[in-house]
C-alpha cells in the first residue's frame, strides 16, 4: 500500500475515535477537528511530492502547507476562548479603545493598533485572529527559507506540527498580551538576521528587504518599551558585521529612525497619548525593597524620600523577592510624588546610595527574581505565571462566551493538568529551557560556520534575554515568549550546518557505497 494511503487510512481512523466523543458533545469542535485533519493530510501529502497546484501563488501555497496546521489548531483555542483572554493589563489597553484616550504605560502604538482593528469588528476577538493570522504566516515565512536552504521534509513536518500543538502559542495568540506582537515582530527579526548571514550580505541589497528590516526594528522598537535595546543593538550589529553593507544598513536605519518619529511626535500628539512610564521606578522599588528586607540602615534623607514613596512598614511587609506587585501596585504607592519635578532624581540617588552599601543584597535579589530566565525549573516560593484563560473582572462587559465549553474545559483541565507537572512545565512553560537552546545552537553555528558573523543573528533574541533578567518583575512566561519562536528556527538552522559540516567533511571511502 503507498504512504499516502497509509496516511489517509490512519488519519481517518483517527477521526473515527475522536468523533465518538465529540460529535455528541460539540458539531462545531467536529468539524474544526474534521479541518484540521484534513489540513495535516494535505501537509503530509505535499511534504511528500512537493507538488503544488498551479493556480496557486508560490507564498500562497507555502501558507497552506505551513500556516494551514497552525491556523486550524489555533482556531480550535479561539473558539474555546471566545472572544479572547484577556489580564487586567488586557482590559486597561481595551478600556483606551473605548474611550479613545490613550497612555504611554503600555506602548500607545498597541492600544492605537487595537483600535484601528475594531473598526472592522468591536470586539477582541478581531485581535485575536489578526495575531493568529500574523504568527502563522512569520512561521510560513521561516519554514519556506529553511525549505529554499535545503532543509530535510521531515525536519519541516515535524516544526511544523510542534509549532502548532505547541500550547503557549494557541493561549498567546488569543489573547491581548502587547508580548505577542511583540514576539512575533523578534520572531521576524531574528529571521532577517538570518538570512542576513546566510546570504554573506546579499539580503541587505534588496530594497524590498531594506523596507521589510526597517519595518521589523520599528516594530520591535515600539510594541515594547524594552525594543529600544534590541532595535539598536541589532543594527550596530549589522554595521559592526557587514561593514561592507554599511550604507544598506545606514539606509535601514534611517527609515527605522524615520517611522519611530513619525509615530511617537505626530501621532501621538494628533492621538493625546498621556501618561509617564513608570518602568525604571518598579525596578528600582524592587530592588530597593530586597535591601530594607535584608535589614538596610537609612540615613534621614533616604528615609524621607522613601516615606514620601509609601510608609516604611509597606515596604518590608509587602516584598517579594518573586514578583513586585505587592510593593507597586497596592494603594499606599505614591506615584503622584514620583512624577513630580525632582522626584525621580531624588528616587534614583537614594538607590544609588543603598545599592553602593548593600550590593550582596541586591545580587541575591536579581538571582531569585529573575529565575526565569535561567532556572529550568522554579524554587520554592516562586511560581510560573504562564497562560491566563479567562476574561478578568472588569466594568465594560467583557466575559468568555466559549462557542465550545466543552473544548474550553478539556483545554484548561490539560493546561494546569501539564503546568503541575514537573518534566511538562520544564518543556512547554519555562523560557529557560528555550534560552539553553538557543545559546547552544548559536555557539555551534559559530564553531560549524567559523565565523563570528552569526553574532547578528543571535543580537535580538540575546538583547531580549539579557535585559529581562536585569528588569524582570515578575516571574510572567510572556515576557519571554520571543525565545519559544527564536529557538525552534536557530536549532534548525544548526542542523542545516551541521549536515553541510558532515557533507564536507565525510571521506570519499565511506560516501562510496558497498558493491
Keep these: 500500500m503507498s504512504k499516502w494511503r497509509i496516511t489517509l487510512y490512519l488519519h481517518l481512523y483517527h477521526t473515527r475515535l475522536f468523533s ?36 496557486l501563488p508560490y507564498y500562497a501555497w507555502q501558507f497552506i502547507l505551513y500556516g494551514g496546521p497552525c491556523v486550524v489548531v489555533w482556531l480550535l483555542y479561539f473558539l474555546a476562548f471566545f472572544p479572547g483572554m484577556m489580564s487586567r493589563d488586557s482590559l486597561d489597553q481595551w478600556q483606551e479603545v473605548i474611550t479613545f484616550s490613550f497612555n504611554d504605560w503600555h506602548p500607545a502604538i498597541v492600544s492605537f493598533s487595537y483600535w484601528l482593528l475594531t473598526r472592522i469588528w468591536f470586539s477582541p476577538a478581531i485581535i485575536c485572529l489578526a495575531q493568529l493570522l500574523a504568527l502563522a504566516s512569520a512561521v510560513t515565512y521561516a519554514l519556506t527559507k529553511l525549505q529554499q536552504r535545503g532543509a530535510p521534509k521531515w525536519l519541516l513536518l515535524f516544526l511544523t506540527l510542534c509549532i502548532s500543538f505547541f500550547p503557549l502559542n494557541g493561549f498567546y495568540v488569543n489573547t491581548l498580551f502587547k508580548d505577542v ?11 532577517y538576521a538570518v538570512e542576513i548571514f546566510e ?24 510594541i515594547r518599551h ?39 511626535v505626530p501621532l501621538y500628539r ?35 524620600v522613601l516615606e514620601k514613596v ?10 517579594n523577592p518573586f514578583t513586585s506587585d505587592n510593593l507597586v501596585f497596592n494603594e499606599h504607592f505614591n506615584y503622584a510624588y514620583l512624577a513630580q519635578p525632582g522626584a525621580r532624581e531624588a528616587y534614583i540617588q537614594t538607590w544609588f546610595s543603598l545599592a553602593k552599601r548593600y550590593p550582596n543584597s541586591l545580587i541575591k535579589h536579581q538571582l531569585k527574581v529573575s529565575e526565569l530566565v535561567w532556572r529550568l525549573d522554579h524554587q520554592e516560593g516562586s511560581y510560573t505565571y504562564a497562560a491566563h484563560p479567562l476574561i478578568d473582572t472588569n466594568n465594560v462587559g467583557l466575559t468568555t462566551k466559549s462557542l465550545s465549553p466543552t473544548l474550553n474545559q478539556f483545554i484548561k483541565q490539560k493546561y494546569y493538568s501539564t ?28 564553531l560549524l560556520t567559523r565565523s563570528r558573523k552569526y553574532v547578528v543573528a543571535l543580537a535580538p533574541i540575546a538583547s531580549i534575554i539579557v535585559g529581562v533578567a536585569f528588569t524582570i518583575p515578575v516571574q510572567h512566561v510572556r515576557y519571554l515568549y520571543p525565545c519559544f519562536l527564536v529557538a525552534p528556527l536557530l536549532a534548525a538552522n544548526l542542523l542545516l550546518h551541521l549536515s553541510t559540516y558532515r557533507r564536507r567533511t565525510s571521506s570519499p571511502l565511506l560516501a562510496t557505497p558497498l558493491p
Excluded at 181 to 191: D, E, R, T, Y
Excluded at 310 to 319: A, D, G, I, R, T
Excluded at 423 to 437: E, G, H, M, Q
Aim: net charge positive; with cysteine.
Design 181 to 191: 506582537p511583540f514576539g512575533i515582530a523578534v520572531f521576524v527579526l531574528s529571521i
Design 419 to 446: 503546568l503541575y507537572k514537573t518534566l511538562f512545565r520544564i518543556i512547554l512553560y519555562r523560557p529557560a529551557f528555550y534560552i539553553y537552546l538557543i545559546i547552544i545552537s548559536g555557539l555551534l553555528t559559530i
Design 20 to 55: 465518538i466523543y465529540f460529535l455528541e458533545n460539540n458539531l462545531l469542535v467536529y468539524i474544526a477537528y474534521l479541518v484540521y485533519i484534513f489540513s495535516l493530510y494535505i501537509s503530509h501529502m505535499t511534504l511528500l511530492q512537493l507538488r503544488k497546484p498551479n493556480f
Design 310 to 319: 509609601q510608609p516604611l512598614s509597606v515596604w518590608q511587609k509587602e516584598y
Design 199 to 222: 546570504s554573506k550580505g546579499a539580503w541587505l541589497q534588496s530594497n524590498r528587504n531594506i523596507f521589510c528590516l526597517a519595518l521589523a526594528l520599528t516594530c520591535v522598537w515600539l
Design 226 to 264: 524594552n525594543g529600544l535595546l534590541t532595535s539598536l543593538l541589532t543594527i550596530a550589529c549589522l554595521f559592526g558585521f557587514y561593514f561592507r553593507y554599511r550604507n544598506r544598513v545606514l539606509l535601514a536605519a534611517l527609515c527605522c529612525f524615520g517611522l519611530v518619529f513619525v509615530v511617537k
Design 270 to 304: 494628533a492621538i493625546h497619548v498621556q501618561g509617564k512610564v513608570y518602568a525604571l521606578e518598579i525596578l528600582l522599588t524592587h530592588q530597593i525593597g530586597a535591601m530594607l528586607h535584608d535589614g538596610a540602615q537609612l540615613s534621614a534623607s533616604e528615609k524621607q
